[in-house]
């Protein structure tokens, strides 16, 4: 039982670890169209079960709105939406394989685009400091409206951030053998 625990507390604390950590070298590197604040969500979801996927998510943002950027909050709904997803994806299929965390990266992909745009526009007036900004200030200054340029870019840039997430968590399964303990 105590070593279930620190198992369980040692994921998510690895989960909560690559979030922040990819979320800074994302935005320090300024990579296009990626996150990566919700990788370590969708491990933690997939190995331990939806309820543990949110709590990292929440977590994540609380420290990230913290340290980064206050606007982090607003989009924590987001975080633990995907890792009750991914949870719930992993329980009923085999995250292993390539197809199903790819088909699920397009799930919470357009999921958490179309919960985040609403937010984003209301919120941060259609920008954050995600490195889709530029895109989405471009599609403004191209003449489409603040709503159309938040929703597509914020809709293109989760659905490669999930896909690219999805498939990093299941080659860590794959690979990782400290990840398929709990299976």
Do not use: C, E, Q, W
Request: charged share 10%; hydrophobic share 55%.
């Amino acid at each position: 039982m105590v070593s279930r625990l620190k198992y369980n507390i040692l994921i998510m604390f690895i989960g909560i670890a690559a979030n922040f950590a990819l979320t800074f070298l994302v935005l320090l590197l300024k990579i296009p169209f990626l996150f990566m604040d919700s990788i370590g969500t969708i491990l933690t979801a997939v190995i331990l079960g939806p309820i543990y996927g949110a709590f990292v998510g929440i977590i994540t943002n609380i420290i990230t709105s913290i340290t980064i950027d206050y606007i982090n909050l607003h989009f924590a709904i987001v975080n633990v939406l995907i890792g009750l997803m991914a949870g719930l994806i992993a329980k009923k299929y085999d995250f292993t394989k390539i197809s199903v965390s790819f088909i699920s990266g397009i799930v919470i992909g357009i999921v958490s685009g179309v919960i985040s745009s609403p937010i984003s526009i209301v919120l941060a007036n259609g920008v954050s400091t995600g490195t889709v900004d530029a895109y989405i200030k471009a599609l403004i200054n191209s003449g489409k409206s603040l709503a159309v340029s938040t929703t597509i870019g914020t809709l293109s840039a989760t659905l490669i951030d999930k896909i690219v997430s999805s498939l990093l968590v299941t080659i860590a399964i794959k690979k990782i053998y400290f990840f398929r303990i709990n299976k």
